[in-house]
């Protein structure tokens, strides 16, 4: 009995043995669970922490942004006196947003937008960048330009001529392709099929459409447009097989290309610019007269009366002037406007605006413009089509009491010092009778290739103007503040500058950049782009 009773004993032993065990491996399976469930939690809280973190920080990029439109909103001279928009960390760079006492809840933004070297895109600066530095391909074909637009495109690097025959092909309103390029019969062949566009383009990445157009030629090495070259952004495609030792492609065509730029013709909000082409010629002559001077106020209606004579034709080589006045014309005055016919010996008949008749031969004389009373009833006969047609001009008037005609010289002499001069009326006034303007090229802000798109300007102008521009030139005491600078330095001849002036500007009212929101400490970083 006594060895019945041992063995029960060992078995109850044994049985409260398994039990600790079986407590043991379920702690052990709590505490795992336990551990694993607050892991997960605490990964959740951190996910939602990022997150959070992260909208905030888009918030503050959008901050950005609408911190822009403010500064847009300011007028020239406000924008002048605190620093401009183009280059400016005082007002861009890390702007507080949110500013607690924790550094790690501080938030800011920094705008930031491409910079140049020696006319080449390099790097960033603190600033927006103005989208009349870029070639606007809605601009190609505009009325008078369209023969220069495939030449334009080959001024990009990287551009060949198929592909920039296929691009003006896009752009076109016909179906006829041109030898290299193609139109929606080309388009409608492939998988999925489509037409080609037809008109202008909303935005350059539809540019992905056209035949040739590849992301890495439209888009360049920097894949994720933070403006750097990542060392891993290696090149690809198309890309690999051009040379890019100069960073010329590391933005690609978009470095380049708009379909946004656009200028005001107004000075300043709730102004607005003279119209050398107005009517009424007692008000033009009074608008303009505090400005730029009784003399030059009273030739310029003189013109707008009488027009130009046609200049003396000179003999020689490819330099020599036609009658018009103008290397190459055609009929027109030396601004492009269309001239009157020219009556015996050259001199403007002028017989429908009152002007000298055909039949008055008598020899004329000169007279000074500070001489000659202004006649108002007699109306406007001739449209200015530039300012700088008024420079060298002559006008003939009739002459007083069957006298001899008077011919009148213009102020505005055909040398530099007169085309500063010319400054003033820039100033006030204008030619063109819309409000506002697409597609002038920025030449104070364009890049080496977009400045060699512009039709006209020789090849020797691209190093001077790079060498000699000002980014924001003083709106009210610098030359540059009109595009007629390259006159005033002499980069350009008078006849070169009238075939550019159409291409040119120093304005531009739509930028682009792009704002980037992140805090003093810890993890969160945003960055949009914005136009």
Do not use: C
């Not at 933004?109 to 140049?116: E, R, S, W």
């Not at 008037?397 to 006298?403: A, L, M």
């Not at 500007?505 to 950049?513: A, K, L, Q």
Request: aromatic share 6%.
């Amino acid at each position: 009995m006594a060895a019945a009773r041992n063995v029960n004993s060992r078995r109850v032993e044994r049985q409260h043995g398994s039990v600790l065990l079986l407590v043991l491996v379920v702690v052990a399976i709590l505490t795992l669970g336990t551990a694993t469930y607050l892991e997960l939690m605490q990964n959740e809280l951190q996910a939602v922490r990022r997150h959070g973190r992260q909208a905030q920080a888009l918030r503050l990029a959008e901050s950005g942004a609408e911190y822009v439109k403010s500064l847009v909103a300011l007028t020239p001279e406000e924008l002048q006196l605190a620093g401009g928009l183009l280059d400016n960390p005082k007002l861009m760079q890390a702007v507080i947003v949110d500013d607690p006492s924790d550094e790690f809840d501080r938030g800011r933004f920094t705008i930031l937008a491409p910079a140049q070297s020696d006319g080449l895109y390099s790097g960033a600066r603190f600033g927006l960048e103005n989208e009349s530095a870029k070639l606007n391909v809605n601009a190609l074909l505009a009325p008078g330009a369209e023969d220069r637009a495939i030449d334009r495109l080959l001024a990009l690097p990287g551009m060949t001529l198929e592909t920039a025959e296929a691009i003006v092909d896009w752009l076109d309103p016909d179906d006829a392709a041109r030898l290299n390029g193609a139109e929606s019969e080309y388009y409608r062949g492939l998988q999925p099929g489509y037409s080609a566009q037809n008109g202008p383009i909303a935005d350059i990445e539809e540019l992905l459409l056209v035949k040739g157009v590849t992301p890495e030629l439209l888009y360049g090495l920097d894949q994720n447009r933070n403006l750097l070259v990542d060392e891993h952004e290696r090149p690809r495609g198309l890309l690999a097989e051009l040379d890019n030792a100069d960073g010329s492609m590391n933005r690609g065509w978009s470095a380049y290309l708009t379909t946004s730029s656009v200028e005001s013709m107004a000075p300043a909000a709730g102004t607005a610019l003279v119209d050398l082409n107005g009517s009424d010629l007692q008000k033009l002559y009074n608008d303009l007269k505090p400005t730029i001077g009784d003399d030059q106020a009273k030739f310029l209606v003189l013109y707008r009366q009488y027009g130009a004579l046609p200049m003396p034709q000179e003999s020689g080589g490819a330099g020599s002037q036609t009658s018009t006045g103008r290397p190459g014309g055609s009929g027109a005055t030396p601004g492009g406007a269309p001239m009157a016919a020219q009556g015996p010996g050259g001199t403007s008949s002028g017989a429908a605006a009152g002007g000298p008749g055909g039949g008055n031969q008598q020899p004329s004389v000169e007279v000074s413009v500070g001489a000659v009373q202004l006649k108002f009833e007699q109306p406007a006969s001739q449209q200015l089509s530039s300012p700088l047609a008024l420079v060298g001009a002559t006008v003939q008037i009739p002459g007083e009491n069957n006298g001899p005609p008077q011919n009148v010289k213009s102020p505005w002499l055909d040398e530099a010092g007169s085309y500063r001069d010319l400054l003033t009326l820039y100033d006030v006034a204008k030619a063109a009778a819309s409000g506002r303007v697409a597609g002038r090229v920025n030449i104070n802000a364009a890049s080496r290739p977009v400045l060699r798109s512009i039709p006209d300007l020789p090849d020797d102008a691209v190093g001077k103007i790079v060498s000699r521009r000002e980014l924001e030139p003083d709106r009210t005491q610098s030359d540059q503040r009109h595009a007629i600078w390259l006159l005033i330095e002499g980069i350009v001849t008078l006849e070169e500058m009238q075939r550019l002036e159409r291409y040119i500007t120093v304005g531009g009212d739509v930028f682009s950049g792009q704002a980037v929101g992140f805090f003093d400490a810890g993890q969160g970083v945003a960055r949009g782009e914005f136009l």
